[in-house]
C-alpha cells in the first residue's frame, strides 16, 4: 500500500527535475504523456478526467486516491527523468 509519504518524495522530486529541466524537455515530457494517455484511450475507452482533476487538493484523499496520486508522479518522474538524462534521443 502507498502512502501520502511515498506521493510527497514523488512529488518533491518532480519540483525538483522541473527546475533543472528546459523549456523543451518539458514541451518533450508533454508530448510523450499525451500520446501515453491518447494510447490508453484507444485501448480502454475514454478517461474520466473530472474525478481525476477533482483530487487535485483535495485535503483527505483515501488510499486508492493516494496511490492514483503517487503513481501518476513516477509517471512523470520517470518519463521527465529520461527527457533530461537524455535516455531517448530522438525528439519527435
Do not use: C
Amino acid at each position: 500500500m502507498t502512502d501520502i509519504s511515498t506521493f510527497k518524495q514523488y512529488y518533491n522530486l518532480a519540483d525538483q527535475l522541473i527546475e533543472k529541466s528546459s523549456k523543451d524537455d518539458i514541451a518533450e515530457t508533454a508530448r510523450l504523456l499525451a500520446l501515453n494517455v491518447a494510447h490508453y484511450q484507444l485501448r480502454y475507452g475514454e478517461l474520466p478526467l473530472d474525478e481525476t482533476l477533482a483530487m487535485i487538493g483535495m485535503a483527505n484523499p483515501n488510499n486508492e486516491q493516494i496511490k492514483l496520486l503517487a503513481d501518476g508522479m513516477e509517471i512523470l518522474v520517470g518519463v521527465l527523468g529520461s527527457v533530461v538524462m537524455g535516455v531517448d534521443q530522438e525528439r519527435h
